[in-house]
């Protein structure tokens, strides 16, 4: 039982800034990792950006320097900071979870938020 619920989306003119969060809820073991992905119409749903446990994190080619992904482990929530941002960064951004809800049992599942619209203009 996870929820995730994301916010910090908007409208933004090329070159600013945005900052995601996503917070998840729930009654769960672990959290594995977390990360953002993002969909524009026309396009498949592609990797953004994650991190797993140990910090160890990992980013799409077109958006690295640009972009950071952060957590806070005491309050369950990854950030994505996204500075210099391009009309091409437009798209509806999911948070997504791997989570292991049981101590009992290995059935690790993914979870993601709701989508948080990011609009880039020119």
């Not at 998840?24 to 990792?33: C, V």
Request: proline fraction near 2%; hydrophobic fraction near 30%; include cysteine.
């Amino acid at each position: 039982q996870v929820q995730l619920v994301e916010s910090g989306g908007g409208l933004v003119h090329s070159g600013g800034s945005l900052r995601l969060s996503c917070t998840a809820s729930g009654s769960f073991f672990r959290i594995n990792a977390m990360g953002w992905f993002r969909q524009s119409p026309g396009k498949q749903r592609e990797l953004v950006a994650s991190i797993i446990s140990d910090s160890s994190t990992n980013y799409a080619d077109s958006v690295k320097g640009r972009f950071t992904i952060s957590r806070d482990n005491t309050k369950n929530t990854v950030y994505l900071q996204m500075n210099n941002l391009r009309p091409e960064d437009t798209a509806v951004y999911y948070c997504n979870a791997n989570v292991r809800v049981s101590i009992f049992r290995d059935n690790s599942g993914d979870y993601w938020g709701q989508g948080t619209q990011v609009t880039v203009s020119s």
